[in-house]
């Protein structure tokens, strides 16, 4: 008993050691050298296979292509019998319903169709899928002091990051293996002080390009721990 005791303390005593040793940026490098070691992401050109599982819903499977060097990005999702697509190339946007550009504008509001969202879709999948490397964007402000947190009986270290009023407004905490520094959950708060937003866990790897990604991500809301949804990177390639 008492030496399971005395290793519970050395653990707790050196989590903490590690935590104080680092600063954000630190930190933030060393959870970018294990997600992304060859420094790939500023010139990433892949395409990503998504199953999006809803409660309640039918699975959305979707086909996402991101090539930053030539600034495309293309989403075709299909749920039931309904595809849409969306494109931005060079800051272009195109957009079609089952394959056709011509479409009514009931049909562009029931399935989200336009131009402005398209470009947050774009943001959205950028963002989250390049993660932690999309932490050094301009704007973005990390929280110079590393804190140490249990999230499901597991201890991380945890990077608050913050962006100018220009970026966004959102509050973001990232948790990290303290021994490997991968990425295994993200949060995020609109308003910290009423506990709103979502916090997500990942699970699994893929590769691609050299890259690390999450393979599954499962959505929770922060107030009650209500079950969102799961997405599963079930494929991923290089252009």
């Known amino acids: 008993?008492?030496?399971?005791?005395?290793?519970?303390?050395?653990?707790?005593?050196?989590?903490?050691?590690?935590?104080?040793?680092?600063?954000?940026?630190?930190?933030?490098d060393k959870a970018i050298e294990y997600h992304d070691p060859t420094g790939a992401w500023p010139s990433f050109r892949g395409v990503l296979s998504i199953t999006m599982q809803s409660p309640?819903?039918?699975?959305?499977?979707?086909e996402v292509v991101i090539d930053l060097p030539a600034r495309y990005f293309k989403l075709s999702a299909t749920t039931d019998d309904i595809t849409t697509t969306q494109i931005i190339d060079r800051g272009q946007c195109t957009l079609s319903l089952n394959g056709n550009a011509d479409f009514s504008e009931d049909d562009a509001k029931s399935h989200g169709l336009n131009c402005d969202r398209a470009r947050s879709i774009k943001n959205y999948y950028t963002y989250l899928y390049g993660l932690p490397m999309k932490l050094r964007?301009?704007?973005?402000?990390?929280?110079?002091?590393?804190?140490?947190k249990t999230f499901e009986e597991k201890e991380y270290l945890v990077l608050k990051v913050t962006y100018d009023k220009t970026v966004g407004g959102d509050t973001w905490y990232f948790y990290?293996?303290?021994?490997?520094?991968?990425?295994?959950?993200?949060?995020?708060?609109?308003?910290?002080?009423?506990?709103?937003?979502?916090?997500?866990l990942l699970s699994?790897?893929?590769r691609v390009s050299g890259i690390k990604m999450p393979k599954t991500r499962a959505w929770y809301y922060n107030s009650d721990d209500k079950y969102l949804g799961t997405d599963v990177l079930i494929k991923a390639s290089g252009l």
């Open 204 to 206: 699994g790897e893929e």
């Open 137 to 148: 964007d301009p704007g973005t402000i990390i929280d110079p002091i590393v804190h140490k």
């Open 176 to 200: 990290f293996d303290p021994a490997t520094y991968a990425m295994e959950v993200y949060q995020f708060y609109h308003n910290e002080a009423s506990n709103d937003g979502e916090y997500i």
């Open 56 to 62: 309640g819903k039918s699975d959305r499977v979707s």
């Open 1 to 28: 008993m008492k030496k399971n005791t005395f290793l519970l303390l050395f653990v707790i005593l050196a989590l903490y050691t590690r935590a104080q040793d680092y600063s954000g940026d630190q930190l933030l």
